[in-house]
């Protein structure tokens, strides 16, 4: 399947050539075609691990002793190269295009956060377990009485001294079954205090929470789509944990959530773009095919109208996502934006994927074409990691204190020069 829409990231950089080459050639020999739900469900665990052995794994993060050459070999035996968040969107993009559950098959994932903010220890396990073994890592951020309201987590991490003990419950979690462990945030509280503060003003932690550590239990449910992981709760009993454990400082939390999320809010965009650009290659050659009174269906002007409409809408929310993530890559973070990208790449996708259905016909709507199971998936993906109408929100929220700030501004000036 060509690489539609990562043509303009390769201009742009051509050092990440190689690296697209070695993810389609992988791609192409462990999934050659687009997952349909009556197929059989691929391994994705094993494919991980295979990436993992391919060097595919460690392609968003630079460790602070791999050297910068880009042409010296890294421990995997594979040719060094160029990384970061772009690349990583690459590899999302070129996963999409074959299955939205595709997603965790490279790159490092959640497991970022114990690589970029844990104690020397846990970075050098993490790096052992996930970018050597491809082991995959979960999150635990939504609680189910509130959702992805930060400040009204419950979920406590009390300071023994010695330890930390984790109690509370998370919700809505992907790979609750396959993952090795999870990053969960959490209000940081001393034993002294556990139970007469107000959770709501204590700062958000984040701390790395092993899979089978005692007092961790899993309660999994049916999800509508993304069925490819496991889904459900987990819930945290008294749950001791070394101190080495927490990432970042106490109160991190938030910083460590909005780094992180603005990243990974764009790769789950080009999942779901990489889905739709396939979607309308895919209908392209449908509407080629088929005819209507001996006219072929993309000589309509109404249907040659709506395929270029998804196509050019498909191709500018790719641009902006890869746009912040360069901008990310050179150390400029702009959450708004990066939420917004978000909610609007995957409701983009989303439109291309019904319209693409509706050009199959009566066929797009059975399982035996990938775009019922496309549907589903990227409908998840508009819940996921913050619901889309409190993504655009968090940009208009933006605008409006921009316009505050300088409304100030100018009644500053303002009064200034009347006192002259």
Known sequence: MPATG????LVRHPELTDLATRLTAFLDTHLPEPVREGDPRPDWLALRAQAAAAGLTGIDVTFPDEPDEPDEPDE???????RGRVAQGMAMFLAGQRDCDAREIFSTGHAAMPLRYGSPTLLRRTREQVVGAGKLAGIAASEPHSGSDLRGFRTVLVDHGDHF???GSKGLISRVEEAYGFVVFCKLVDRADAGRVDLRDVPLSAVWVPADAAGVLTETTDPMGMRGWSFGHLHFVDTRLDKDFLLGAPGDGRRIFDAHFSAWRLMMSLVCLGAAAAAIQESAARTRARTVARMPLAAIPSVAARLGTAAAEVEAATAWCFALLERIDQGETDVAACSAAKALATDTAYRAVDLALQL???????KHTPMEKRLRDIRGLRIADGPNDALYSVLAHA???EERQAGDAQAGDARLLAHR
Do not use: N, Q, V
């Open 399 to 401: 605008l409006l204190a």
């Open 165 to 167: 003990a984790l109690s």
């Open 76 to 82: 995997s035996g594979e040719p060094g190269e160029p």
């Open 6 to 9: 990562i043509s303009p990231i």
């Open 360 to 366: 199959h016909g009566s066929e797009g709507y059975t």
